[in-house]
């Protein structure tokens, strides 16, 4: 089980990296669903099997369809993928990756120079997360309900005005 | 059951944490930056899953559905301010929007 949780780390590792590191945005968002996938297998071996089904259906196929979605819109074209390259020079990554890699540094060994916990898993079924989540934790429900409504209504405004923008232009 | 040790969870969380808040920092294409956001919220649900399954309890599980829920709120309206954006300023540029629209207008000349 060790060895299938460091593949999968590695795998989302990789993966992550390839991502913002691509210049073309559809093998980004390949790359970053192979990366969501495999944190849904780490999901899975941290005894979390509901939380791994929801990464997949919700990250890589609502979220990233989204995203795909968006990209085909766009069409950018072949003009912004070599301005894509130009703008990923070293001069440009190499301070801010720097900085975060001493992030990473510090994380790591704040993470790694405690007692490593090594302990059986525990394995919370579906029913124990919804007891959870309809119990003590009813208010927060209710607050993402809000908030989901409010990203909805909001996602409504922003694309329709544009489009009656759009509609007059046209007629005009 | 299986024996695991906890610490590589919060481990590979940090990782992907650090590799998104770069993306962030180094892309200049608001797309990629969404995407960035997207591996960073990510990244602390599993911090949060990590911490539930050391501590046995649904609580970390039942924390990541609410992230879940304000990473769908966020992209919803960050795709549709993208979509805006592209439509009026014909650029996926960060740095173009931050711009007045004087700047933006000597930008383009030289």
Not at chain 1, 115 to 134: E, F, N, W, Y
Not at chain 2, 39 to 61: E, K, T, Y
Not at chain 2, 69 to 86: I, N, T
Request: proline letters at 3%; glycine letters at 10%; zero cysteines.
């Amino acid at each position: 089980m060790n060895t299938l949780l460091y593949i999968a780390g590695f795998v989302a590792v990789m993966a992550t990296l390839m991502t913002i590191t691509r210049s073309n945005p559809v093998h980004a968002l390949l790359y970053l669903i192979v990366s969501l996938l495999s944190v849904a297998l780490v999901f899975f071996i941290l005894g979390a099997p509901f939380i791994a089904a929801l990464e997949i259906i919700i990250y890589a196929g609502a979220v990233m369809v989204l995203f795909v979605f968006v990209v085909i819109m766009l069409n950018t074209g072949r003009a912004a993928m070599e301005q894509e390259k130009q703008w990923l020079n070293p001069a440009l990554w190499v301070g801010p990756a720097s900085l975060s890699a001493v992030l990473l540094g510090e994380l790591v060994y704040v993470f790694g120079s405690g007692d490593s916990v090594i302990k059986p898993v525990v394995m919370s079924t579906p029913a124990q997360v919804g007891a959870a989540l309809l119990g003590p934790y009813l208010l927060g429900v209710e607050l993402a309900s809000m908030l989901l409504l409010a990203g909805l209504v909001a996602a409504f405004h922003l694309g329709r005005r544009e489009s009656a923008v759009d509609g007059k232009e046209g007629s005009a | 059951m299986s024996v695991i040790s906890l610490n590589i969870g919060l481990i590979l969380a940090a990782t992907l944490f650090s590799i998104g808040l770069t993306g962030v920092l180094i892309r200049r294409n608001i797309i990629f930056i969404l995407m960035s956001v997207e591996i960073m919220l990510n990244a602390a649900g599993l911090a949060f899953v990590a911490g539930g399954a050391r501590w046995g309890s649904p609580d970390g599980q039942v924390m990541f559905i609410f992230i879940l829920a304000v990473a769908a709120a966020e992209v919803s309206v960050g795709l549709a301010l993208v979509l805006l954006m592209f439509r009026k300023f014909g650029s996926l540029d960060a740095d173009l929007i931050g711009k007045t629209g004087a700047d933006r207008d000597a930008g383009e000349i030289t």
